[in-house]
């Protein structure tokens, strides 16, 4: 079963070398990592060139090493898989980011898309479609398996993709962060250690977050924030 792509020009320069690709692998298993890379080891032309555990060092290592292509999990600890792959989008030059997770839910892969995921694999995808996903990402082509290929097809058709609310679309990317730590339960403080920030920054950017949102409070902000799929891991 071939893999489903749609989407052949996207901006990115379309003629990557059959023998350049440079990947990096992030997941937060050490073994699925080893699993992955001794995977992309066999394969002609395919590069490891960094591995990461979370999303903060996907993000670093995406701009120091500037890879072709970031493998990414979506979820895990910290900012986890679609913020990371929004800043990985928004840098310049940016990499193709190719999603491969567990889950392929409407809902999970129509965020990693609007985070700008070049690809989507499920995990147990069978090596010779890695190797094409790879390679197609990297040369500038949009693709995905074909478990995914008929949700992304919604989601284009406008069927499945549903409009965040204003008040969302005004945060920051910042709020945005803040917001996903805080609907996981996290506190001022623990926010302001994990985004290497000042508590008494956190804590304003709480009362803007609150103010767009049009609540009165934590709780009720964790409320809303977790209906919207803030607060999971992939987020």
Do not use: C
């Not at 001794?38 to 290592?61: N, P, Q, R, S």
């Not at 979506?74 to 193709?96: D, E, K, S």
């Not at 040369?139 to 949700?151: D, L, N």
């Not at 804590?203 to 009720?220: M, P, Y």
């Amino acid at each position: 079963m071939g893999l489903a792509v749609y989407v052949r020009h996207t901006g990115r320069v379309p003629e990557v070398p059959w023998t350049a690709v440079r990947v990096v692998i992030v997941d937060d298993h050490p073994v699925v990592r080893r699993g992955l890379r001794a995977l992309l080891d066999t394969l002609d032309g395919i590069e490891v060139v960094g591995e990461a555990g979370d999303g903060e060092t996907a993000v670093a290592l995406a701009k120091q090493l500037g890879p072709d292509v970031v493998l990414m999990d979506l979820h895990m600890p910290g900012i986890g898989g679609v913020v990371a792959t929004r800043r990985i989008a928004q840098q310049r030059p940016a990499p193709a980011v190719l999603v491969m997770t567990m889950f392929d839910d409407d809902e999970t892969v129509v965020t990693a898309v609007q985070a700008g995921a070049r690809g989507y694999l499920v995990k147990g995808a069978e090596q010779d479609e890695i190797s094409r996903a790879l390679r197609a990402v990297a040369s500038g082509e949009v693709i995905f398996g074909p478990t995914v290929a008929a949700r992304v097809l919604g989601l284009l058709g406008g069927a499945r993709a549903q409009p965040e609310p204003k008040a969302f679309a005004d945060l920051t990317e910042r709020e945005r962060d803040i917001l996903h730590l805080l609907a996981t339960g996290e506190r001022t403080a623990s926010i302001a250690a994990r985004l290497y920030l000042a508590p008494k920054t956190v804590s304003n950017a709480l009362t803007s977050i609150f103010a767009k949102l049009q609540v009165d409070g934590r709780a009720e902000a964790i409320v809303i924030a977790r209906e919207h799929g803030f607060g999971r891991d992939g987020l």
